[in-house]
């Protein structure tokens, strides 16, 4: 890998990341909203490998939802709330470096088993992913328990106030991968753990100073942003993730050129083994209809939770979530691991979870028209990857399911009445952070869609 090469990666995946990271905790949070900036990481390290790479987008994709999981609002505010009972930023810092190095280590495994896949076989990995949402289980009971706010009982390890905790099921998970990695000689896997470890850590620490440089005044008693800052258009929060997006995509694509050597060697051995064995003519048929008994048992769970809360009865988020997660990581997972179905997959989720999001979160409309609109949609994406997504043109495909959707989906929120939280439009759109963060999304979104074009000439 030439050095121009190495640095365009890092630059590139930086760029995605920090926006994807910060599209994230805008349009859609939770594990669904990290799919985009781990399919974006996935995208680019799969293609300056040479091959595979919508496969490692997926994977990149579904590998940042398990980090998720792991709520972080209080922790931020045990750093945040100054003079208050709950302030204390040492256990605020730690928290938040362990979580962020859980996340983007996790992430950091399934990208390198997806380049290395060549030192696997089919069963180790679909025996792994069907333990996935056991070691999830056993983790969190290991490690977040007990967990009964009325009695005032919680973990002994634990970094929030009130919520519950589930980081315990990803440190299980990546003790896991890590042993799976080395029991299989994978060093380039290890790498990319320990890259987006190091990297996680540093990152939500560099990004949470940074928020509160921005929110808090500096010594001299002015503010980072000053004016900025006094008319309300500065976003700390969006800062933070900005930053927190951008070192953990700089770590995972500078430990991916740094270990380069080993994608060359695994990519020659695959080309002596032939193809994944998942995706013979047998099998390959099957790939698109698991990806819609997904699709059904996503809409399902949320359409469960969707009539719970408009007939006002109480349901358990916490179960549903379990229920939920594997028709969005481990199932798919097993397929783009062992197979080819990294194109079924990426360009999909990514138009797909914001269709959800829009109807069932943002809007809460589920009526005819908007499962008119927003099953056409996903139809027509998948009518599209099916018979036009070939080659190069897969590339340029994630990068505009990765940027329109997702914008547009900021201009139709802030144009509805719930996203101008009682202001008008003129006011939402002048002076709230939206001034300053949307333009922002605007021009990375661009540069991200310009560079691809420029430079892998698609």
């Known amino acids: 890998m030439s050095l121009s090469d190495m640095i365009m990666c890092v630059f590139l995946t930086t760029l995605a990341a920090s926006y994807g990271w910060g599209m994230r905790g805008s349009l859609i949070g939770g594990e669904k909203g990290a799919m985009l900036p781990g399919a974006l990481i996935g995208l680019v390290l799969g293609w300056f ?74 069963s180790e ?10 070691m999830q289980i056993v983790g969190q009971l290991i490690f977040n328990r007990p967990y009964n706010p009325e009695k005032n009982k919680f973990p002994k390890i634990y970094f929030s106030k009130t919520r519950r905790e589930e980081w315990g099921g990803n440190l299980l998970m ?17 790498i990319l753990i320990a890259g987006g470890f190091i990297f996680g850590a540093i990152g939500w620490l560099v990004a949470m100073r940074a928020y509160v440089a921005a ?26 993730e900005f930053i927190l997006g951008a070192f953990g995509g700089f ?78 990581n481990v199932i798919p997972m097993m397929f783009v691991l062992a197979g080819e179905a990294g194109k079924f997959v990426t360009v999909f989720m990514l138009v797909f979870v914001v269709v959800i999001k829009l109807i069932f979160d943002r809007f ?39 940027t329109i959707p997702y914008i547009v989906g900021e201009i139709i929120w802030i144009l509805s ?18 001034a300053t963060v949307f333009p922002t999304f605007v021009i990375m979104s661009l540069m991200i869609i310009i560079l691809s074009v420029k430079i892998f000439n698609v």
């Open 251 to 328: 770590g995972l694509s500078l430990t991916y050129c740094l270990g380069y050597g080993y994608v060359k060697i695994y990519k020659d051995r695959a080309s002596l083994d032939g193809p994944k064995g998942i995706y013979d003519e047998s099998l390959q048929d099957w790939i698109p209809v698991i990806l819609v008994a997904c699709v059904i048992g996503i809409v399902a769970v949320n359409l469960i939770s969707f009539i719970c809360d408009k007939k006002g009865k109480e349901v358990n988020s916490y179960i549903l979530d379990h229920i939920e997660r594997p028709f969005y």
């Open 49 to 122: 490998s040479g091959y595979g790479f919508v496969s490692v987008a997926a994977a990149g994709l579904m590998g940042m939802t398990f980090g998720g999981t792991e709520t972080y609002g209080e922790t931020i505010g045990f750093v945040l709330h100054r003079g208050r009972e709950d302030y204390n930023p040492v256990r605020g810092y730690i928290g938040l470096a362990f979580k962020g190095a859980l996340w983007f280590a996790v992430c950091g495994a399934f990208l390198g088993i997806s380049f290395s896949y060549a030192v696997y076989n089919n």
């Open 174 to 190: 990546l003790i896991a991968l890590a042993i799976f990695a080395t029991v299989k000689k994978d060093y380039f896997t290890l």
């Open 125 to 134: 990995i679909f025996l792994f992913c069907l333990l996935i949402p056991v």
């Open 364 to 402: 809460k409309k589920v009526n005819l028209i908007s499962i008119l609109i927003g099953g056409t949609v996903c139809v027509a994406t998948y009518m599209l990857i099916v018979y036009n997504i070939r080659g190069d043109s897969a590339f340029f495909a994630v990068v505009l399911a990765g």
């Open 215 to 240: 929110v808090f005044p500096l010594k001299n008693g002015k503010y980072l942003f000053g004016k900025l800052y006094h008319k309300g258009l500065v976003d700390g929060w969006k800062l933070m």
């Open 417 to 434: 009445k719930q996203g101008r939280h009682g202001k008008s439009l003129k006011e939402a759109v002048t002076k709230t952070p939206f």
